[in-house]
């Protein structure tokens, strides 16, 4: 307590009788259900986006799987070299997955989580920077979720990059699929989420599609050690995020965290997504 707080005026025996059960829906609202984060799995775009986006979170909630989507090697590298290879410090004749991979199971080591590489191969090594269909990346993580039999998947908004995009929309066919017993929150894309309107854009479409989002609290590391620890395993990629995010000033703020329940509206609330869109 410092010398700055007022004092307390209120006797501390005075504690009033308790007017709300447990069944107070506000109560519950933010907070992680029961049994809810018994298996988690966090699903990926790229190989780092699971650190960058919710370190915090796995650092305390050890066991966590990984699903990272483009993971695989193209047929062949790209000549003349993509530009975020040139930037993360790559050469002519280097294997970049197979590094990138490896800084991965380093980083997810740190944080007790276990990596599952899928062998989708990046937009922007494929002819006419065309992104891989939604459809079968969906599929590939329907097959995988299948094996992990995840309590909760933690979903990217997937904004603005078309990897992010697709592994969005292939976690929300992956959810429809898959059915209610499976629970889903969507986290923040580290960098893409500072790009002015891509956030709001992303949770206003969700919401006209009642999938309402809702800032949820489960308990994150209050330290910054590990994330960054584990932040740092990715130096090609950190080389690169410097170059166009600047990444170092965000991470040192420290950027925070957030994760977003995806739910139906409560009954009887669905016009209110109506009601919003004919208001200023
Ligand atoms: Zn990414």
Known sequence: MTAAQPELTRPESIRPEP?????????AWGLPDEGELDRVVVVSPHLDDAVLGCAR????????????VFAGNPESYPE???TWDVQSGFGPGDDVMEARRREDRRALALLDATPMHLEFVEY?????????????VAEGLITALSVLEPTLVLAPFGLANPDHDVTHRACMLARERLGTTVSWWCYEDNGYKHIPGMLAWRVSSLFRRKLWPTPVCPRVD???ARKQAA?????????ALEADW???AKLAAPAPEQFWRLAPPP???ERLAEESSTRP
């Not at 007017?19 to 109560?27: I, K």
């Not at 932040?231 to 080389?239: N, T």
């Open 57 to 68: 979170f796995m650092a305390v909630h050890p066991g966590v799987t990984v699903v990272t």
């Open 231 to 239: 932040i740092a395993c990715y130096p090609s990629q950190l080389l």
């Open 246 to 248: 600047a990444i170092s």
């Open 267 to 269: 009954a009887g609330w």
């Open 124 to 136: 922007s090594y494929n002819p006419d920077d065309r992104p891989v269909a939604p459809e079968a």
């Open 80 to 82: 003349p070299m993509r």
């Open 19 to 27: 007017m709300r059960d447990g069944s107070f829906p506000m109560q």
């Open 222 to 224: 209050s330290d910054e």
